[in-house]
T-cell receptor
Framework: GENVEQHPSTLSVQEGDSAVIKCTYS??????FPWYKQELGKGPQLIID?????GEKKDQRIAVTLNKTAKHFSLHITETQPEDSAVYFC????????????FGKGTTLSVSS | GAGVSQTPSNKVTEKGKYVELRCDPI?????LYWYRQSLGQGPEFLIY????????DSGLPNDRFFAVRPEGSVSTLKIQRTERGDSAVYLC????????????FGPGTRLTVL
């Protein structure tokens, strides 16, 4: 079945710096790749997603890139702010209908001011 | 608008007891998912409903776990003979339809089995 690897597990940056989180997936049939942000004691919140027919997507300070050939995708956060501090999860769908998500183990991002 | 809600937010029970966890999806969402999140891990898929029927229950760890969605809206996850290893945060998510990818998560129920 699908397997999603996520790196790094922890990431510390200074406010204003950029942060990059990388994920790889194993199932070439995966076609949907969302990123979630989870704050302590809360459920995951979708921040951006990308489908396999697109190579890059941007939303203000957040961007995601997808390389289908290499089966990896990345989250880029620019001009980081302390409120960006949270755990970030990448995920991949294993079915054409985009049902069950397979998640990475998460990256704890700390932004210090 | 209202998001996915889950009750209770916390549940403490003793080993061997039965528990029920409830999920109220976003109004109008026909697809509903249950995930389990252990400490320091990403959510792991348990079961997926499209309407009233369980379309995929391949993630349920064993037959002590069961879920229902009798009217195609609210869902209940039921765990029999709880074990300490069942302790985790149980997350519910919903999406507009089975063909719509975006899943919106609730805040979760933290289950602790003593």
């Amino acid at each position: 079945g699908e397997n999603v690897e996520q790196h790094p597990s922890t990431l510390s940056v200074q406010e204003g710096d950029s942060a990059v989180i990388k994920c790889t997936y194993s199932d070439s049939a995966s076609n949907y790749f969302p990123w979630y942000k989870q704050e302590l004691g809360k459920g995951p919140q979708l921040i951006i997603d990308i489908r396999s027919n697109v190579g890059e997507k941007k939303d203000q300070r957040i961007a995601v890139t997808l390389n289908k050939t290499a089966k990896h995708f990345s989250l880029h956060i620019t001009e980081t702010q302390p409120e960006d501090s949270a755990v970030y999860f990448c995920a991949a769908s294993i079915k054409q209908a985009g049902t069950a998500l397979i998640f990475g183990k998460g990256t704890t991002l700390s932004v210090s001011s | 608008g209202a998001g996915v809600s889950q009750t209770p937010s916390n549940k403490v029970t003793e080993k061997g007891k039965y528990v029920e966890l409830r999920c109220d999806p976003i109004s109008g969402h026909t697809a509903l998912y249950w995930y389990r999140q252990s400490l320091g891990q990403g959510p792991e898929f348990l079961i997926y409903f499209q309407g009233t029927g369980a379309a995929d229950d391949s993630g349920l760890p064993n037959d002590r776990f069961f879920a229902v969605r009798p009217e195609g809206s609210v869902s209940t996850l039921k765990i029999q003979r709880t074990e300490r290893g069942d302790s985790a945060v149980y997350l519910c998510a919903s999406s507009l339809s089975h063909s719509t990818d975006t899943q919106y998560f609730g805040p979760g129920t933290r289950l602790t089995v003593l």
